[in-house]
């Protein structure tokens, strides 16, 4: 091989090294620019600071990469979101069951004391051990609904929907309300197809029907009325509980379900504001709704909505 063959194999090596080695470098410098800017996306991500987006429109893999980031961004944001929501919703709970607990507590302790420390005569030991014993049983009351509430809450209570008779179980219902509704001498209907049936859970669907029923009885009037009626209105029945009681003020419209909620006009009245908030519980965990239209001094209606699952029930 001459002289210039080897002149001329060398240069050309010489060529592809330094062709090679400033490719290798240049994309070296691109991986290096690209690595250090995933780096600023991740520090923003842990920081909270906002990704920035001018290079999601290319395509490059920055733009992908980018892309990816910035959907972790919003799910770690959202997860973030919902852990303060969940812990301030915990600290409002906790804050009301101590509000709730506060009062018959103190009173329990006030009366004891007062009997302990002072010579008091027989009749007057046994009105305020009475006294006691109504603030025990709200106390008593009290935990068992909280307990409800919680179950619910964290489903450990599961519903289990079968095929059972709604008139029956309304009926029930109102057999346990039957003494305070004597008292009071309330007029009571029932317009309720005895033939319908459909799927639901029986025994807590009868809670849900309990505490509306009992709201309806204790903020209504002697001698005024309650009417509950059961109609098919296509993919849902429609339990409705009507009275002629004191009414709901508009501004309360929305918070009746909440937890805990009471009017000040009715805080004399044995309660403590969860029979609603249960009742919406039971009746959104087999699928259905809630609803109310009130007047002040006029009365209010409370529609419970189950899903009509007649036909599905009859292709089983």
């Not at 046994?126 to 068992?144: A, G, N, P, T």
């Not at 305070?180 to 029932?190: G, S, V």
């Not at 039971?282 to 007047?295: A, H, L």
Request: proline share 2%; net charge neutral; glycine share 4%.
């Amino acid at each position: 091989m001459s002289r210039n063959e080897w002149v001329t194999i060398v240069a050309a090596i010489v060529v592809v090294v330094i062709i090679s080695a400033g490719l290798w470098f240049y994309f070296r410098q691109r991986f290096v620019r690209m690595a250090e800017k995933v780096e600023d996306a991740i520090d923003a991500i842990i920081d909270g600071r906002e990704l920035k987006t001018e290079e999601l429109n290319k395509d490059t893999l920055f733009s992908k990469i980018q892309s990816k980031l910035e959907q972790l961004s919003e799910v770690t944001k959202s997860a973030e979101e919902k852990n303060v929501k969940q812990k301030e919703e915990m600290q409002k709970m906790v804050s009301d069951i101590s509000h709730q607990l506060k009062t018959p507590i103190a009173n329990i302790t006030m009366y004891n004391d007062t009997i302990l420390n002072h010579d008091l005569p027989a009749k007057q030991q046994y009105r305020f051990l009475k006294i006691m014993q109504k603030q025990v049983e709200k106390l008593d009351f009290l935990v068992r609904s909280l307990m409800k509430m919680s179950r619910l809450e964290n489903s450990m209570i599961k519903l289990k929907k079968e095929e059972n008779s709604l008139f029956d179980m309304v009926v029930e219902v109102v057999e346990n309300l039957s003494i305070p509704m004597e008292k009071k001498k309330l007029d009571l209907q029932i317009d309720c197809p005895k033939n319908l049936r459909i799927c639901y859970d029986r025994k807590w669907t009868a809670e849900a029907l309990f505490n509306v029923m009992d709201n309806a009885v204790k903020y209504t009037p002697e001698y005024g009325k309650i009417r509950v009626e059961a109609e098919v209105l296509g993919m849902f029945v429609r339990l409705s509980v009507s009275d002629t009681g004191i009414g709901i003020a508009p501004e309360h419209m929305n918070d009746v379900f909440q937890r805990f909620f009471r009017e000040e006009k009715v805080h004399n009245a044995k309660g403590v504001g969860i029979g609603l908030y249960l009742a919406r519980e039971i009746i959104t965990k087999q699928g259905g709704y809630m609803k109310v239209v009130s007047k002040e001094d006029a009365g209010s209606t409370f529609f419970i909505y189950l899903p009509n699952e007649q036909e599905e029930l009859s292709q089983n």
